[in-house]
């Protein structure tokens, strides 16, 4: 059996942002956060990671990444452009409707289907996830006979950016298995020092800070692809595909999956602490995070050597 394969999303523009921050340099010899999610993949048994970017991004990313973790672990890239795999009649009319990105994290997933040959592990590209969490991961990818996908959740309160409001898959857990996810936008810790999200129609509902919470780091058999391209289809010929800023998240994917018994997901505990760069002022919040982790001998100086 082939080792685990690590597929790091990409493509993402980083509106909130304000630049590309799967490229923005966080440690002290340009390493950006993906190398570290793809270093603590290697070391857990992973033999290969791919990366779905935009052409648009091509040579930046082959530059600023490709060239530290290219010679030292076997690196492959997926493209997602708004046009991949969508039908001429949709994407005309997407066209008409002034869509003007591609359409989320499980279109960007299943443009990489022809890199993807052994279970896998997807992750986003500006999030940090933890060595405890590839650890974990891997040992059940690296297993035989995947046939169940696996998801690593965070707790809430471990996931908040100070800067602003934040994404969220709600996890519902029972007995080992993920029961639901429910993505929620606006979620934020507010001045009496509890966490909410606010809905449409600006009402509050308040979420423990130890609620499970998807980060995008999940497991599944290559064998999901025609399911989700399924649900994909699905997506795209109803009411969201024919909106302009919709998009089809990995979460949604998973929860209609479940929903529908067509895979089901284990839940793996890992004490990982995890952090991100949602907003450009988390950036220094990262640096120093990666700083004290190198201090601590978790990652090496130079981290590709």
Known sequence: MNKPVIVVLAAGIGSRYGGLKQMDKIGKNGEVLLDYSVYDAKRSGFGKAVFIIRHEIEEDFKEMVLSRIGKNFPCELAFQEMDSLIPPAIFAKSREINRTKPWGTTHALLCAEKNIDAPFTVI????????????????????????????????LEKTLSPQGTVTRGICAVQDGYLVSVDELTAIAREGDGRIYHTESNLAKRHLEDATPVSMNFWGFPPSIFSDL?????????????????????????????????????????????WFGVTYKEDREAAIKNVEEFTRRGIYPQALWG
């Open 124 to 155: 986003n590209a500006d999030d940090f996830y933890g060595q405890e969490a590839f650890k974990a991961m891997g040992a059940y990818l690296g297993g035989k006979a995947v046939t169940e996908g696996a998801i690593v959740p965070y707790r």
């Open 229 to 273: 391209r399924r649900y994909f289809d699905a997506f795209l010929t109803g009411p969201d595909g024919a909106q302009p800023r919709t998009e089809c998240y990995l979460p949604m994917a998973a929860d209609w999956l479940i929903k529908n018994r067509l895979l089901k997901i284990r839940v793996l505990e890992a004490d990982a602490p």
